[in-house]
């Protein structure tokens, strides 16, 4: 049987329960009642996360020698974020109920509800609105100042910024290069939500591709069609896969341009995966922010420039997801019965060859 004769996912709650019944994904600290976005990768969904991974590093790093690849701490000096504008701007305005102590984002307040803590009206009394910063804080060593609050990465491609001098000489790249990392990023989701697509410990795989600003739009094009080609590689299809490039008012104050990398969920079209054309925003800032140069010679030695970046950024976790919704299939079986089959593209399933012993269906 094929795929095309199974029926699609239609109700994300259908593979949210195969997830966790096969061990895929499941609640973190389930026995605990779980803990709201964060979610446990098992047996099977470990080994196609990694799959995953390994197919994006292969592509993105071992086949190219214009990248480079590293593996940063996830937390890093704070000034990094200060730099990055992450500490004044990552943030949600937010409103909070006096009465149940429920708190919203001030933009979504037309489908929160009434309030359930209040006498005789079930209207929430809401504060004013605030800004919410989505770093997770941490607090290092002993002192309890102000000095000692760390943040746990909001993304992973900062570090390869601050980082980018160090790797550059040691891998002796000259630009056009890029550097890759796949790592944990944090974020305080205020509404986690649809399964794993928005939770608040996720996976990214990042590439930061440096080159001469002349040269952007043509790194621009190359990554786009490189990305998708991935993409398409792992059997999502035409149907279900789309690039929608970002409109003027929806930019990062820095990006010049940006393509999201869009797939069909039972949910709506969502992105899996960003491209973006980030200037020399992010070396600028830190050049300015550490006191150090970052910028690089030309080809002549003489005329110093910044490299401007092109950026992929894709959810690891996300395109799992993805991945599991494009090959999930109930299927119709003689004598009415069904089952419900995954069918993964074989690069990446989790069991690849297997030797099963003869046994009557249950
Ligand atoms: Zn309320």
Known sequence: MTAASGQRLTQLDELVSLCASRGYIFPSSEIYGG?????DYGPLGVELK???KARWWQRVVRERADVVGMDSAIISHPRTWEASGHTEHFSDPMVDCRACKKRFRADQLDDIGPCSAREGSSEHDLTPPRNFNLMLETRIGASEDA???AYLRPETCQPIFTGFKRIREAARQKIPFGIAQIGKAFRNEIN???FT?????????????????????KWFEHWCEERMRFHRELGL?????????????ELAHYCKIAVDIEYRFPFGWQEIEGIHDRGDWDLSRHSEYSG???????????????PTVVETSVGIDRLCLALLANAYAVEELEGGDSRTVLHLHASIAPIQVAVLPLSKLR
């Open 292 to 306: 150090k140069d970052l910028g690089v010679s030309g080809e002549d030695q003489k005329q110093r420039f910044m």
């Open 147 to 149: 000095a000692a609050t």
């Open 237 to 249: 299809g035409p149907d279900s896969l789309r690039t929608r490039a970002h409109g003027a008012d």
């Open 50 to 52: 990694n799959n995953v």
């Open 197 to 217: 697509f928005r939770s608040r410990e996720f996976e990214q795989a990042e590439l930061e591709f440096f080159c001469h600003p002349d040269e952007r739009e």
């Open 35 to 39: 803990i709201n976005g964060f979610w």
């Open 192 to 194: 986690p939500r649809n």
